[in-house]
């Protein structure tokens, strides 16, 4: 699940969220560790301008210090930038610190990586948005060799130029997972040659078909194999029957009812599902990680 409160567009933030903290998100990441789930996510945008403030919010929290927090107060729960963009920093200082991420984490990490959208942000930080395509395949070839085994990683691109300096700690990793977020077809295109996973972003269910056989497709004429995680995003959901209005495209209903509805997306070959469950506090959030974890999660 991708966590609240640390991003908070109106696309998706619940009104609780503004006025919760890091005490929420411990209580929250806490559950999600008790109940089972795979992963929890974390935004990445570094500063929001004015013209988007109403509608995205200014509150996004730094996802490597944000898991980094988290780590220390789970156990198992695996913790994914959703998505990092990597094309606003120097893939050293990126490696540096996600790197950390998964040494003090244990080898929770997974790399979700995507290339940005706001114009203004690349333009404070000196970096051409018109080229954050480019950028970004560039900082995967260079993350791949910052981030694996060697100390003194090397890497010789036509934007990033490295050798001779090393970086410890190692990720306790021997391969960090790299997930591209995105669907448009350059995204699709970048997490089928270039990714461990695909991250997609908002696609319906009626459009998932297509994109995961484009996405075989384009692996099976590069000669990739080995394992490719596709992922989704599901529809909002709320565990039993609600007594309050949760909206028209929320799933709701008992667990088999539920586990039914989500087995859909296995048929369709994806493998790994991101939840969000609509609530309206902290702790009607965590009784609903707790029941799916404990009800739904068996029946899938």
């Given at each position: 699940m991708q966590l609240p409160v640390q991003s908070q567009s109106t696309l998706y933030a619940e009104g609780w969220e503004a006025e919760a903290g890091p005490d929420d998100l411990l209580?929250?990441?806490?559950?999600?560790?008790?109940?089972?789930?795979?992963?929890?996510?974390?935004?990445?945008?570094?500063?929001?301008?004015?013209?988007?403030?109403?509608?995205?919010?200014?509150?996004?929290?730094?996802p490597v210090a944000t898991l980094a927090f988290l780590a220390a107060a789970t156990e198992r729960v695996r913790l994914l930038?959703?998505?990092?963009?990597?094309?606003?920093?120097?893939?050293?200082l990126t490696a540096k610190q996600y790197a950390t991420l998964d040494h003090l984490s244990g080898g929770r990490l997974i790399l979700g990586v995507g290339a940005g959208h706001v114009q203004e942000e690349f333009e404070a930080l000196g970096v051409d948005?018109?080229?954050?395509?480019?950028?970004?395949?560039?900082?995967?070839?260079?993350?791949?060799?910052?981030l694996g085994p060697e100390e003194f990683p090397e890497h010789h691109g036509?934007?990033?130029?490295?050798?001779?300096?090393?970086?410890?700690?190692?990720p306790a990793q021997d391969r960090v997972p790299v997930w591209v977020g995105g669907s448009s077809p350059p995204a699709v295109r970048r997490a089928a040659l270039k990714g461990d996973g695909w991250l997609p972003q908002g696609d319906p269910r009626d459009r998932l078909p297509g994109q995961i056989a484009r996405i075989r497709?384009?692996?099976?004429?590069?000669?990739?194999?080995?394992?490719?995680?596709v992922g989704a995003i599901v529809e909002p959901l709320y565990v039993g029957t609600p007594r309050w209005e949760v909206g028209r495209r929320t799933l709701t209903g008992g667990p088999r009812e539920l586990a039914e509805s989500?087995?859909?997306?296995?048929?369709?070959?994806?493998?790994?599902?991101?939840?969000?469950?609509?609530?309206?506090?902290?702790?009607?959030?965590?009784?609903?990680?707790?029941?799916?974890?404990?009800?739904?999660a068996p029946e899938l």
């Amino acid at each position: 699940m991708q966590l609240p409160v640390q991003s908070q567009s109106t696309l998706y933030a619940e009104g609780w969220e503004a006025e919760a903290g890091p005490d929420d998100l411990l209580e929250i990441a806490r559950a999600a560790d008790r109940a089972g789930f795979g992963y929890l996510a974390g935004c990445d945008h570094v500063a929001i301008p004015r013209r988007l403030a109403a509608a995205m919010s200014t509150v996004w929290y730094d996802p490597v210090a944000t898991l980094a927090f988290l780590a220390a107060a789970t156990e198992r729960v695996r913790l994914l930038s959703h998505v990092a963009i990597v094309g606003l920093r120097h893939p050293l200082l990126t490696a540096k610190q996600y790197a950390t991420l998964d040494h003090l984490s244990g080898g929770r990490l997974i790399l979700g990586v995507g290339a940005g959208h706001v114009q203004e942000e690349f333009e404070a930080l000196g970096v051409d948005f018109r080229q954050r395509g480019p950028v970004l395949d560039e900082c995967l070839d260079a993350l791949r060799a910052a981030l694996g085994p060697e100390e003194f990683p090397e890497h010789h691109g036509k934007l990033y130029d490295f050798e001779g300096l090393g970086q410890r700690p190692r990720p306790a990793q021997d391969r960090v997972p790299v997930w591209v977020g995105g669907s448009s077809p350059p995204a699709v295109r970048r997490a089928a040659l270039k990714g461990d996973g695909w991250l997609p972003q908002g696609d319906p269910r009626d459009r998932l078909p297509g994109q995961i056989a484009r996405i075989r497709e384009l692996r099976e004429q590069g000669g990739l194999q080995g394992p490719f995680t596709v992922g989704a995003i599901v529809e909002p959901l709320y565990v039993g029957t609600p007594r309050w209005e949760v909206g028209r495209r929320t799933l709701t209903g008992g667990p088999r009812e539920l586990a039914e509805s989500l087995r859909a997306y296995r048929a369709m070959g994806v493998h790994q599902i991101q939840v969000r469950f609509r609530s309206r506090s902290r702790s009607e959030l965590t009784d609903q990680i707790a029941a799916f974890g404990a009800e739904v999660a068996p029946e899938l």
